[in-house]
């Protein structure tokens, strides 16, 4: 074990204890859609009644095209995008209804890192803990560690803006996960990073779910990424669920490799 | 609690961009130094309520660093939403509310430091202040929320609408305007263009930079003072809903 991960796995014990014992999943769902749509001012449908249920402790990946509606769909169930038609429920609130309680529960890291030009890592990481109602020895302390977790303790100090993008983006994780949420909303979280960012993001969220209990609901057009990280998968294409089951289940159905069936049913949908 | 947190953030930017700090309060000290030394002789007008103009024009460059320096507030919140570090925060527990009035209250804060420091340079231009520190303190505290329910309400509306910095800077000499067609560098007894006159008397920054000047040279007129502040409610009152409005929008 190297010197590093023995660091990031010490530091990871102790977020544990700071988050009142690990969180066994508990038997139930964490995210439900109903019939959930999006209909935009200038008409464009980006989501056309998209129904699911991501069991608590689950990691749900829904897999699409650019312009498929995954983004506004992860957007909704994170209170940012305002549905236009359905209904959703993250951790038994609904996101419409109840978006303050929904985001007591969730940590949201976002396709376009939005990071604060100014701060430090660091600044950014306890304010954002702040903001989720801890004391601010409590979060400087939680910024510590979640930055050792990611592997990320010398930049703590760097202004945010100075950071290269992988950087940022294992920073803005880090910052999602303050508050220790049960549930985490990940938007292509590792689009456009080197296969050592791509992976030490990986590490953290396998890390996250098998320690913490933590439900993940990611969206990717990366096979490797879905495979590696998702118990479940979703296809979406034009707005819709084309088709959704195991990486295994897929596979056996439809095509000898993920690819094949991602292919398949967005080929189809395109026809 | 957020939006304390949210202007405690405001107000730690501020030192780390010298930039926007120096170019807030520079033009305005330029423009106090240029302008009074220009018009000085206006002072010696018949009626002219001081004879130091410095002092007449104090209140005039305490808004002139209130009014348009709120816009900067604007340009903020259209950054973090074109950075989409403003999405980020609304991730967390807290209201678009909150994200705006935390900018908007910490850049009250910087605004009235700066008009303390418009007042000081009037004090050693050898002005002085009719009524001490407290009514100093009530100068600052009118034209900082002048500045918040115009300037500040306009600018932070429009970064939710367009998400677009420059577009918020654009607007900025609109400020100017407003400050410029009042009795910003004469009495209104001494402007002729009854035009003017009458822009003057309709433009709501007057009923408070009058109640101000009155704080500087001769006392407190109570009921000009409370005229000021139903001013600043009432454009309060026009600026909130459209606020809330416009809060929607960020929203998708």
């Known amino acids: 074990m190297t010197t590093s991960s023995t660091t990031a796995t010490s530091a990871f014990n102790e977020l544990i204890g700071l988050a009142d014992g690990p969180r066994v999943p508990d038997i139930g769902d964490a995210v439900v859609l109903d019939n959930l749509a999006k209909t935009y001012r ?24 650019n312009g498929a509606g995954k983004s506004t769909t992860i957007g909704m169930l994170g209170t940012l995008v305002k549905p236009t038609g359905g209904r959703a429920w993250v951790a038994g609130h609904d996101v419409v209804a109840e978006p303050i309680e929904v985001r007591r529960r969730i940590g949201f890291a976002m396709q376009d890192v939005g990071v604060d030009a100014f701060a430090t890592a660091s600044e950014l990481m306890v304010l954002q803990g702040r903001l989720h109602g801890l004391r601010k020895s409590d979060a400087v302390r939680r910024a510590q560690l979640l930055l ?6 010398q930049v703590a100090g760097k202004r945010v803006s100075t950071l290269s993008g992988g950087t940022k983006r294992r920073v803005d994780l880090a910052a999602s996960l303050m508050h220790l949420p049960p549930i985490v909303f990940l938007d292509e979280p590792t689009e456009g990073l080197d296969p050592r960012s791509r992976t030490a993001i990986w590490e953290t969220l396998t890390e996250l779910r098998h320690r913490l209990g933590v439900t993940l609901v990611l969206t990717t057009h990366d096979m490797d990424e879905a495979e590696a990280l998702c118990d479940r998968i979703g296809i979406v294409d034009r707005g819709t669920l084309v088709v959704e089951g195991t990486p295994d289940s897929l596979k056996a159905s439809d095509g000898q490799t993920l690819e094949a069936v991602y292919l398949h049913y967005t080929e189809r949908e395109a026809a | ?175 100017f305007l407003l400050i410029f067609l009042t009795s910003a560098y004469q009495t209104a007894d001494h402007i002729d263009s009854p035009v003017l006159r009458t822009i003057i008397d309709l433009n709501p920054a007057e009923y408070v930079l009058r109640p101000m000047r009155e704080l500087m040279l001769s006392g407190y007129q109570w009921d000009h003072i409370a005229v000021g502040f139903l001013v600043i409610a009432g454009l309060a009152l026009v600026a909130l809903p459209l606020t809330a409005r416009n809060y929607r929008s960020v929203y998708g």
């Open chain 2, 1 to 175: 609690m957020n939006t304390l947190l949210l202007a405690q953030r405001a107000l730690v930017q501020f030192p780390r961009n010298p930039v926007v700090l120096g170019f807030s309060v520079v033009p305005v000290l330029i423009m106090y130094l240029v302008f009074g030394g220009l018009f000085s002789g206006v002072s010696d007008l018949p009626g002219f309520p001081t004879d130091n103009y410095f002092e007449f024009l104090a209140p005039t460059a305490l808004l002139l660093a209130t009014v348009p320096g709120m816009g900067n507030a604007g340009v903020a919140l259209a950054a973090d939403l074109q950075s989409r570090y403003f999405q980020k925060l609304l991730t967390t527990p807290t209201t678009v509310g909150a994200v705006m009035l935390g900018r908007l209250l910490g850049d009250c804060l910087r605004l009235a430091v700066q008009a303390a420091l418009v007042l000081l340079l009037a004090i050693a231009l050898g002005a002085h202040v009719e009524t001490g520190i407290p009514g100093a303190a009530l100068m600052i505290v009118m034209g900082t929320l002048l500045g918040i329910v115009t300037f500040g309400a306009v600018s932070a509306n429009l970064a939710v609408r367009t998400r677009d910095a420059a577009a918020v800077q654009a607007i900025q000499p609109m400020a």
């Open chain 1, 42 to 65: 200038d008409g464009t449908q980006a989501v056309r009644g998209i129904s699911l249920r991501v069991a608590s402790g689950e990691s749900f990946g829904i897999l699409g095209p």
């Open chain 1, 148 to 153: 050792r977790v990611v592997g990320l303790d």
